[in-house]
């Protein structure tokens, strides 16, 4: 599902220099995205207290001048929890994201450039691998092998491979027909060739945009496993998992109930709107 | 006579990529008289179905009418509301689309959406429309006109589906009826009936119209008067004699120019021993599982031979479903050959593009009718030149970039556009680079796939004009595949016609100047012809009408 | 119903079986082939070495994988799905129960979210570009891009911390009223809705916008047709497969959805149960759950193709 057709025109406050225009919208998602991008990176160094300390007398602390986002069920500072959270988060998604779109594109590519039954035994197995739902395939795998770092990667990578495959074939079959493609062929050209210089460079546009999607969905399966309790486990925890152990502040209304959510809802909408409004190159060209 | 309608100062804006404004239509005015027919003239871009939308008051999406007056039957479509154009729309002036097959509702059966407009406007029983439709149909002759109704739009062919869209469009009594480009996407024999259902209805009801055409030809044939366009605006207007025997604008004077016949001169080599550069025998190609004999399930080419001289050109014509292009792929080893030899240059060449060796490929090069998907939009013009001299000269970059300067020059391009993508250039800069990457393999022979036919006729001009030029330099032979017969006389020295993927005739234009089998004959007779009184006066055997008329 | 759609709908659900036959495949070896002795788990490190041989032979561990495989499958078709490792009940009269709770909930979930989102969805493409459909369209990315887990603790929040209507668990055993079977799916139903909504609402407004860019809408609006006209007369018998499909599609997503909120809830459904074996390695339950499910998604998927091939008007 690529999230096109978002009309945000309202947003025509726009920098155009350089021939593209990126709208204000756009740039606040990029910059959200940066911001936990840096905060992933620099954790360590910006946390006021250590994640594991009990810094706080009272659990489920209202938010505070010493404890911004409030205190854990065990008293710890939600805030600094919260911003090494994003390490695990971050990191896992961008891993998994990175090699599923990198499978899937690959194969979505020879699949269609090859086509045939390669092509066919491909799209079934990748198919049939893409109607199992996502959060079962976790729930089955963790059940089999138990949960670690490697292991969550590879799980959700293997999970969203079927729909970049199935995203990027559908684009280079397109690509495939074009009379460009048949005239490389008939000049002598590899298959390589044909994918590296003449399908890939008309793809690659899409397939970002693509990427930044699966990426959400790789955020979201990520934070409901751990949120069972079956992604990060203790004494790691991402932000999926820090709503789960917080949940018996819910009654309370404790802010670290809902403080990791909406991390995990900056992060993905962010991106959303980012992908809605990336910056378009400007095409004027009067007839 | 009492004008029906009166365009002033017509101007429609459109909103860019950047949300800039620019005016499409730039001050247009014009007059249409009751019952007379109008035709707004001009190649792609020049804002002719913009203006004739107008009249509907309608701007597609993106485009605005943001000045002037377009005043129907007293009323100016500019400044009525959204309900009262409704009102309009169906009664006093109707629209038969360039697309009568994506115009149809694929849901609803065609009787259904003929009569909608009496539904809409509440103008008669349901009853009396179907009857009245029924009338339409048979006026228009169309086949069966008591069950053609009853079908769906995916059951009739194309040319009938136009002129359902004509009923579609008369059902409703209108005083006015817009023809956007109705015939253009149909074959020469399909559209002479075509247009003759069209003229003799409109005549018998008294009926205003709007013709919009790129063929002034087909224009000639229908319109009492004609308009010329050009970037949206108006070049010149006139009767359609006046504007025929004295145009006075220099730009319809070109556009004239590319109607006139420029049979190729007598081959240079005639005299010459002739010797064969590409030889086809018996030739069969076609698409789906093989049968039990070999051959494909269905053949789109069957048992074909032609020969091709070293320095003569051969064309292909042919109607859609011909089998030409198939033959073009299977000679190219696109599509390999069920049965049959292909001799290049005294040896048997491989059925498939990749039993061939580089240097065959090299030497034999083809050129697709669409420029926009045959050039890779994510290269520059420079990259694609590039490929061809890297990976058959193995050229250095050095030498590369000399090359890709001629290459530029030779297909009359300037110089400083080798950086520039495919998608900022014009459709015939665009043919222009897919013919000189054909060059930069230095071919013996190249196969052009309909080339001029997404091309605006002034420009198709110039195009072949350039390979006649570029045959003098080179020595290179062509097959030329077109459905236009004018395109094919003009460069080539021997002409095959085909027909349901057989060869019907070859003809030799020096020698024999008419064709002999009744399908060519036919053909040949049905290419429209700049005087007015061609259409009126063409007859043609309804026998042989029907026997080859997928109508 | 002529031969063409005869064969394209057979040759659907062809694919569908051989699909089930492929997934059928992948839970199986997921769940028994990847990890340690299932004999050794189930009697603990403590236990001597032939009691493990033991148990390994009467569970048929010791055959080659490819017989389990079969003697599994064969077991699901005759409705035999295995004995439960935790509490030695058999593994149908586990989920029996279960499974009803869990269409009750889905099946109410369908029941407001459908009509709700297709309304939302279809207006929405209907005044494009107005306020009203740029308020769709933030909600509606808005929902999709936060986790099910937030939209149901944002509901606990909203409707039982703050406003104290509703209850914040369910027990769906305890139902003695009409107003008790409300406030028991009231919480669970809000959040479903919100998750499967969103998504419908999606692809529904974007099938509606494709074809009334299409040719023959236009050409209806310059026959004088009105607004509703067009949108009923021409748009939608058109759209109607691609509405088909994504209704079905956005019903998959309840699965998903489910998972997590039976667990925040409490609620007794087949997915607490699996969450439940997961965490108790019960391999056979796990099976179970998860064969229900990914055939209720291939039964939602292949009903919205071929509802899609159904609806074809080229194809009549």
């Known amino acids: 599902m690529t999230m096109t057709h978002s009309e945000t025109k309202s947003a025509r406050i726009s920098g155009t220099r350089l021939g593209y225009r990126f709208n204000i919208v756009g740039m606040v998602g990029l910059s959200i995205i940066l911001c936990w991008a840096l905060v992933a990176i620099f954790a360590p160094l910006i946390i006021p207290y250590p994640v594991g300390e009990i810094v706080d007398l009272d659990y489920f602390g209202p938010m505070s001048r010493d404890f911004w986002l409030g205190s854990d069920y065990l008293g710890r500072d939600m805030l600094s929890r919260i911003l090494m959270g994003a390490r695990y988060t971050v990191g896992i998604s961008l891993a998994a994201v990175t090699i599923a779109c990198f499978s899937g594109v690959v194969l979505g590519m020879i699949a269609a450039v090859a086509g045939g039954w390669l092509d066919t035994v491909l799209s079934r197995f990748l198919d049939a691998l893409n109607s199992i739902p996502s959060k079962l395939f976790g729930l089955v795998v963790v059940a089999a092998v138990g949960s670690s770092i490697p292991v969550l990667i590879l799980t959700l990578s293997v999970i969203y491979i079927p729909g970049a495959y199935r995203f990027a074939r559908a684009l280079a079959v397109n690509i495939n027909a074009m009379d460009f493609i048949t005239v490389a062929r008939i000049r002598g050209e590899s298959t390589l060739y044909l994918i590296r210089s003449e399908i890939l460079p008309n793809i690659v546009g899409p397939v970002l945009a693509d990427l930044g999607i699966r990426f959400v969905f790789i955020v979201l399966l990520l934070s409901g496993l751990s949120f069972l309790g079956l992604g990060v486990q203790p004494p790691y925890a991402d932000w999926g998992a820090l709503v789960r152990e917080n949940i018996g502040g819910l009654p309370f209304g404790a802010p670290a109930v809902m403080a990791p959510s909406f991390a995990i809802a900056s992060l993905t909408i962010s991106v959303n709107l980012l992908i809605d409004n990336l910056p378009k190159k400007i095409r004027d060209r009067s007839e | ?551 | 119903m002529n031969n063409r759609v005869l064969s394209l709908v057979l040759s659907r659900l062809l694919i569908a079986v051989i699909t089930l036959v492929i997934v059928s495949f992948a839970v199986f070896f997921a769940t028994t082939l990847l990890p340690g002795d299932t004999a050794t788990i189930l009697l603990g490190q403590a236990a001597t070495p032939e009691a493990i041989e033991g148990l390994r032979k009467a569970m048929h561990l010791d055959e080659p994988s490819i017989f389990r495989f079969l003697r599994w499958i064969v077991g699901l078709l005759q409705g035999d799905l295995g004995t439960s490792y935790a509490n030695e009940m058999p593994v149908a009269d586990l989920i029996g129960g279960r499974f009803v709770n869990t269409l009750q909930l889905a099946g109410v979930t369908a029941l407001f979210s459908v009509p709700i989102a297709l309304t939302l969805g279809i207006t929405a493409a209907m005044l494009r570009g107005s306020l009203y459909d740029r308020a769709v369209t933030v909600l509606t990315i808005g929902v999709i891009s936060v986790p099910e887990f937030m939209i149901a603790t944002s509901a606990v929040l909203i409707f039982a911390v703050y406003l104290k209507w509703l209850p914040a668990l369910s027990f769906a055993n305890e139902v003695t009223s009409l107003t008790d079977l409300l406030r028991i799916y009231a919480m669970p139903v809000i959040t479903l809705t919100f998750v499967i909504s969103a998504q419908m609402i999606r692809m529904t407004r974007a099938a509606v916008i494709e074809t009334l860019n299409t040719p023959y809408v236009e050409m209806a609006l310059l026959k004088g047709a009105s607004r509703p006209r067009i949108v009923f007369r021409h748009a939608l018998p058109n759209a109607l497969g691609p509405i088909v499909n994504a209704v079905a599609l956005s019903l998959s997503y309840l699965l998903g959805g489910v998972i997590i909120v039976e667990t925040i809830f409490n609620y007794p459904g087949i997915a607490k149960l699996m969450v439940d074996a997961v965490a108790t390695r019960d391999l056979p339950l796990i099976q179970s759950c998860a064969m229900i499910f990914c055939l209720g998604y291939l039964l939602l998927i292949t009903t919205a193709d071929i509802i899609a091939i159904l609806s074809n008007p080229r194809l009549r």
């Open chain 2, 1 to 551: 006579m009492v004008n029906l309608v009166g365009i002033r100062d017509l101007k429609v804006e459109a909103t860019t990529d950047s949300g800039r404004r620019v005016e499409i239509i730039n001050g247009v005015s014009f007059d249409i008289a009751e019952g007379e027919i109008v035709a707004l003239i001009g190649e792609s871009g020049s804002g002719k179905t913009t203006i004739a939308l107008t009249l509907m008051g309608h701007a597609r999406p993106g485009c605005r009418i943001s000045g002037g007056s377009v005043s129907v039957a007293g009323k100016d479509m500019v400044t009525l509301s959204e309900k009262q154009r409704a009102r309009v729309r169906g009664t006093e002036v109707t629209y038969v689309p360039q697309s009568a097959a994506a115009a149809f509702n694929p849901a609803a059966t065609i009787m259904d959406q003929v009569i909608e407009i009496t539904r809409i406007h509440q103008l008669m029983s349901s009853d009396e429309a179907r009857a009245k439709a029924v009338d339409l149909f048979r006026a228009l002759s169309l086949p069966e006109p008591e069950t053609i109704g009853s079908r769906y739009p995916h059951q009739v062919s194309g040319g009938q589906l136009q002129r359902l869209s004509a009923a579609m469009a008369l059902i409703g009594d209108p005083k006015l009826v817009i023809f956007d480009e109705p015939t253009t996407a149909l074959d020469v024999t399909t559209q002479i009936e075509v247009l003759r259902a069209f003229k003799s209805v409109m005549k018998a009801g008294g009926i205003a119209g709007v013709y919009v055409s790129h063929d002034l030809a087909v224009v000639a044939q229908i319109a009492d008067r004609i308009v010329v366009l050009r970037g949206g605006e108006m070049q010149e207007t006139g009767t359609t004699q006046e504007i025929l025997n004295g145009a006075k604008h220099p730009y319809t004077r070109e556009l004239l120019a590319a109607f006139e016949p420029k049979p190729r001169g007598a081959a240079d080599t005639a005299d010459t021993v002739p010797a064969p550069l590409l030889t086809i025998e018996d030739l069969v190609a076609g698409y789906g599982p093989r049968q039990a004999d070999g051959l494909p399930l269905v053949r789109a080419v069957e048992h074909v031979t032609l020969k091709v001289e070293k320095g003569r050109n051969l064309g292909i014509i042919g109607e859609s479903g011909c089998g030409k292009s198939t033959l073009a792929r299977a000679i190219a080893g696109i599509l390999p050959a069920a049965v049959g030899k292909v001799v290049f240059d005294g040896k048997e060449l491989g059925p498939s593009a990749r039993e061939r060796s580089r240097e065959q490929l090299r030497e034999m090069q083809i050129v697709f009718q669409y420029a926009d998907t045959a050039l890779n939009p994510a290269k520059s013009v420079e990259d694609i030149l590039a490929r061809p001299l890297a990976f058959y000269h193995g050229m250095n970059a050095k030498a590369r970039s000399a090359r890709i300067d001629e290459l530029l020059d030779m297909v009359r391009l300037p110089r400083n556009l080798r950086h520039r993508r495919p998608t900022e250039l014009s459709g015939g800069q665009k043919q222009r680079v897919n013919f000189a990457r054909a060059l930069a393999a230095e071919p013996k022979l190249i196969l052009c796939d309909e080339i001029t036919s997404a091309l605006d006729a002034v420009v198709a001009t110039a195009v072949i004009d350039l390979l006649k030029e570029l045959q003098r330099e080179l020595g290179l032979s062509y097959i030329f595949i077109s459905h236009d017969l004018s395109v094919v006389e003009a460069i080539c020295d021997e002409i095959v016609v085909m027909y349901g993927g057989r060869k019907v005739e070859e003809i030799t234009p020096a020698k024999v100047k008419t064709p002999q089998h009744p399908y060519s004959q036919l053909l040949f007779s049905s290419v429209p012809k700049l005087d007015p009184a061609w259409l009126d006066g063409l007859e043609q055997d309804p026998e042989l009408v029907r026997a080859y008329c997928r109508r």
